[in-house]
């Protein structure tokens, strides 16, 4: 599992530093804060995962992987900025792609640390989440999580499926790959067919 | 101390929760959002309580009420925000409730954790202003306590005064009440009577 | 160690509070704010790295002399605000030297807890850093490390001075004066001359 595991969050820490990145870039950063944004969109959300489970140091500090795979794919971002961005929709796609990595990834873990499942699905959710939190929050704007189309709805259900995959006693193989497609799917359909979830009307009319 | 303790909590949990519902709905934020907002504003200081001492995972994870009471103060905020509105100034007095709260309970946990008399006051005063910097922090404002009638003046009050009651060998409660009595009071009357601490003069003119 | 470690920390945190405080009273901050502010810009850096090392509580909390430095930086801040902007661009000049001796503080004490050269580096350019997002993010604005001379760059270089002498052998204080050097002259050659980092096109053109 810890293969599995180091796999995954690797791929996840490559597709959000890319989206770290691009929101780096488009802010006018310079080169090292696009990094900065590029390693924290990347590891964020595994670092406040680990710190809230008492696992310190955290990986994403101790294991060096994680820096080079972020900085490696900043710089790819900051050198081909105009590519990338003529890709439709990159930073949506990528962050899909790392959200229902991170979320599989996080729920594992939790779940490795003796976590019940109720908090292994927030810690799933939350590493999904947090580094998308972390880096809409470092260039001062309200996480597009919060008004994105079913994105902490699919983090979370990608995480309660790995979480109930291990209740059943499944093997951790196809629940990650179940609860990894579940969250892509879900979070992909809803960009592409507009799904949100209800907004509140702050005034009666 | 210890039912004194999470009693105390999920209370403040519950009208956090909703002061940090009130937040999303009024940014618009989609139903999913205003619920992490409801958990965020009402466990933020919390889990940075608990994290500070060294108490992971947080409470506030691991235990699920904590998460049942802020879903349904954020479900219940979503469905009658118009009502909520209409009374006065809702967000400021259970932001004052939550804030008196959770001063108290903190002081408390970071004395039960052998923190000094210093430490635990300002742990107390972060418990009760955590939730709401993380709100304001996630919408991307300058949190409203730090411009605010005696907002973090109370909190560290309410705190101290648990602190300096432990330290006189009073029973819990009494000195719970008395804290959480002050706090609130000094907020409420300070929000009334437009009690406000000193604003420097950037410029001299 | 020890001793040189709490200097460095806390003339670092004297240095680090005023540039809180001028950026607190900037935003029109109440008294408290300004302090809260005051405290956060000295002592966030140095609690992200204790809580990511594992060392809770963190000695900012536990070591009530954090709290008094800051809060008469802070004073000092408030009342003479109007001198202390005379000076020529004093909060970057602040900013530099809380940087330098940050950075190397919160190297060595990575060390000092067996994290290995690149965590430490990491460690180290994050306790110079952190207090710097913490206040920037506080007033809902971009951290201007992120496109400031220089900034973090200055950071992890005087971190990683650090990091090498003790990888050579050097005895800590040469390694840290040599690394706090580096760390501010970077900084403040940057700022006199107008350094930057390149930044990405957006578009192309």
């Known amino acids: 599992m810890d293969t599995l595991l180091i796999a995954l969050d690797l791929l996840g820490t490559f597709v959000f530093a890319i ?54 794919a900043g710089l790819l971002t900051f050198r081909w900025f105009a590519d990338i961005e003529r890709l439709r929709n990159p ?13 599989v990834s996080g729920a594992l873990k939790a779940i490795d640390f003796g976590l019940g499942p109720i908090a292994a699905t927030l810690l799933g959710m939350l590493t999904g989440i947090g580094g998308g939190i972390a880096r809409d929050v470092l260039v001062a704007r309200t996480p597009v999580i919060f008004q994105a189309e079913l994105y902490a709805v699919a983090a979370m259900a990608g995480a309660a499926t790995v979480v109930a995959g291990h209740w059943l006693g499944w093997p951790a ?27 509140a009307q702050p005034r009666d009319s």
């Open 19 to 72: 989206s770290g990145a691009t929101v780096g870039v488009r802010n006018r950063l310079d080169l090292f804060g696009v990094l900065v944004l590029s390693f924290a969109a990347a590891t964020s959300g595994g670092i406040m995962r680990d710190l809230l489970i008492g696992a310190t140091p955290p990986v994403a500090l101790v294991n060096w992987s994680y820096l080079v795979v972020a900085c490696l």
């Open 91 to 103: 930073v949506q796609v990528f962050d899909a792609m790392g959200l229902a990595l991170f979320a």
């Open 173 to 199: 193989m196809p629940a990650v790959v179940v609860g990894a497609a579940l969250c892509f799917g879900l979070r992909y359909m809803a960009i592409r067919h507009g799904w949100r979830l209800p907004v």
